[in-house]
């Protein structure tokens, strides 16, 4: 019998073949799973914030893309699995209210996905699949024994990336 695994907002886990892994309502946040195919070993991060060096209060690691994607790759090494053998899947960041173009919070949406790319890139960790951006929110459910990301939207086909 398998088991669906949560990830809370600001939160992360991993997840092993047959189970899934599955987060609600990103909205502007970003869910990002990283997955190694042989292994059919993958975690995934709810991240609400791009950079944690922009905030004071930052402890909480999993609340930042940057902080919470180091922890979610050491969590995955813990478990054996090679960085070089991880490849990543993105999304979320979506744009889900306008607010003036000064706001701290405008464009964060944005701002968390460039992140994810961003931080990705240097740890040498492809991006396969990215359903990023537009204007609604999403919940997000992977499964590591098929490597399908199944991405569902209010008023909107579910989809698989």
């Known amino acids: 019998m398998s088991e669906r695994i949560r990830v809370g907002m600001a939160d992360l886990n991993i997840c092993k073949a047959p189970d899934s892994i599955l987060t609600l309502g990103l909205g502007s946040c970003v869910g990002v799973v990283l997955y190694d195919r042989n292994k059919k070993i993958c975690g995934m991060l709810h991240a609400m914030l791009p950079d944690s060096t922009k905030i004071r209060n930052n402890e ?61 890139k240097q740890y040498n960790i492809p991006i396969i699949a990215d359903d990023t951006g537009k204007n609604y929110g999403r919940t997000v459910e992977f499964y590591p024994e098929s490597g399908k990301f199944e991405i569902r939207a209010v008023g909107r086909e579910v989809t698989f990336i």
């Open 60 to 120: 909480h690691r999993a609340k930042f893309v940057d902080t919470g994607l180091e922890d979610l790759i050491g969590l995955l090494e813990k478990e054996g699995v090679r960085r070089s053998s991880l490849v990543a899947k993105v999304a979320g960041g979506a744009t889900m209210f306008n607010f003036s173009s000064g706001s701290e919070i405008s464009g964060i949406g944005t701002r968390n996905a460039e992140a994810v790319r961003t931080i990705l």
